[in-house]
């Protein structure tokens, strides 16, 4: 199992911060390794919900189908891949800090042997790399 835990710091309130990040129609405004990504049922920010995208990882498109499985408004949230090349649980965590919001991103993936001609932990630092990039930026679009 390969593991990427990021957290962040964003000065907005928490609830500002879970429904910018819910929403799927940010999801390629912040994160730059998401190509595609669009609701096909259920609602935006209910668990249920099952979105179909692509992402590229290390130049490689790959397609995927996530599910929202559990969703608490401002508190937490977890995806968990129904059709992926890589199967992964995500989840986002929101927390009260000072006048802002910590915001983890805590992501499990299988091994990737097979799918890449990496190494594992190679790739890993990359995706790591990225999910901070794709903090950031979120930061950067919520505090503007």
Avoid at 2 to 16: A, H, Q
Wanted: proline share 3%; net charge negative; hydrophobic share 35%.
């Amino acid at each position: 199992m390969l593991t990427v835990e990021e957290s962040i710091v964003i000065d907005k309130p928490r609830m500002e911060v879970w429904e910018f990040m819910t929403d799927p129609d940010n999801v390629p405004v912040y994160s730059s390794n998401i190509v595609e990504y669009e609701v096909v049922s259920g609602g935006k920010q209910e668990a249920g919900r099952i979105c179909r995208g692509a992402v590229k990882v290390a130049g490689r498109r790959l397609e995927l189908t996530d599910e929202m499985v559990e969703c608490e408004a401002g508190v937490k949230v977890r995806y968990v891949s129904t059709d992926a090349t890589i199967p992964y649980t995500l989840s986002l965590r929101y927390e009260d800090e000072g006048s802002g919001t910590r915001l983890t991103w805590h992501q499990e993936s299988e091994s990737l042997k097979g799918v890449f001609k990496f190494a594992d932990p190679i790739v890993l630092k990359l995706y790591a790399r990225d999910v901070r990039s794709n903090l950031e930026k979120a930061k950067t679009i919520l505090e503007s």
